[in-house]
């Protein structure tokens, strides 16, 4: 148990629809990482936050948009959903960047879109 | 463009000694880390390079040479439960983390 939190574990919506993924990172940890994982993409890195601003931004589509809160935990949203965005969503989380890079993933939420 | 090469598979029997590696092409370059990843779980991070050279933690150790873009993973006294897929992941000046496709490993008896 890496100690981050996702909810929820399986989703499974229909194209158009929106959703929003919740993670809560482990005690202490400042920074949170969102990633998305297909069978034919890999991981893909999305967004990084750090304190409650955003940090570093990789191929997030215009459609998902994300955020973190006051009290670190973070949402991600995806919206006008797509067959292929179904794919399995890990937020990570670590101190603070530069810690050497050390991130703690949590166990994911798998989206089915149909 | 920005791409990390790692072989898809590679099989060894328990015991034995297996290195994984992972050549990269990235604007900018900060770091080398390395995953792993059960299938069904999460990655679970298992080390990172900033320097060339190597670091050992355990039976795992990773190395790096920035001047040949290149790092490996190395795994020592292979165990069944070792058989994963492992990814190479680069941190880009753009403070982007770039993953690697992956390798499989499977440990043989």
């Known amino acids: 148990d890496s100690g981050v939190t996702q909810t929820p574990k399986h989703l499974i919506t229909a194209t158009g629809q929106r959703v929003t993924l919740r993670c809560s990172p482990r005690?202490?940890?400042?920074?949170v990482y969102w990633y998305q994982q297909s069978l034919d993409q890999g991981l893909q890195f999305l967004i990084q936050y750090y304190n409650g601003e955003e940090r570093a931004k990789g191929n997030i589509l215009e459609r998902f948009s994300a955020q973190q809160f006051p009290d670190l935990h973070s949402e991600l949203n995806l919206s006008s959903l797509e067959l292929g965005d179904s794919a399995l969503y890990f937020c990570?989380?670590?101190?603070?960047?530069?810690?050497?890079?050390?991130?703690?993933f949590g166990p994911g939420t798998r989206l089915l879109v149909l | 463009g920005q791409s990390l090469e790692q072989p898809s598979e590679v099989t060894a029997v328990e015991g034995a000694i297996v290195q994984i590696n992972c050549t990269y092409q990235?604007?900018?370059?900060?770091?080398l880390s390395w995953y792993q990843q059960h299938d069904g779980g999460a990655p679970t991070f298992l080390s990172y390079n900033a320097l060339d050279g190597l670091e050992e933690t355990g039976r795992f150790s990773s190395f790096l040479s920035r001047s040949d873009s290149y790092g490996y993973l190395l795994l020592q006294e292979l165990q069944m439960k070792d058989s994963a897929s492992y990814f190479c992941a680069v941190k880009n000046y753009g403070q982007n983390f770039v993953f690697g496709p992956g390798t499989r490993l499977s440990v043989l008896p």
């Open positions: 990570a989380s670590s101190v603070a960047p530069g810690d050497k890079e050390t991130q703690y």
């Open positions: 005690s202490g940890d400042l920074s």
């Open positions: 990235t604007s900018g370059f900060y770091g």
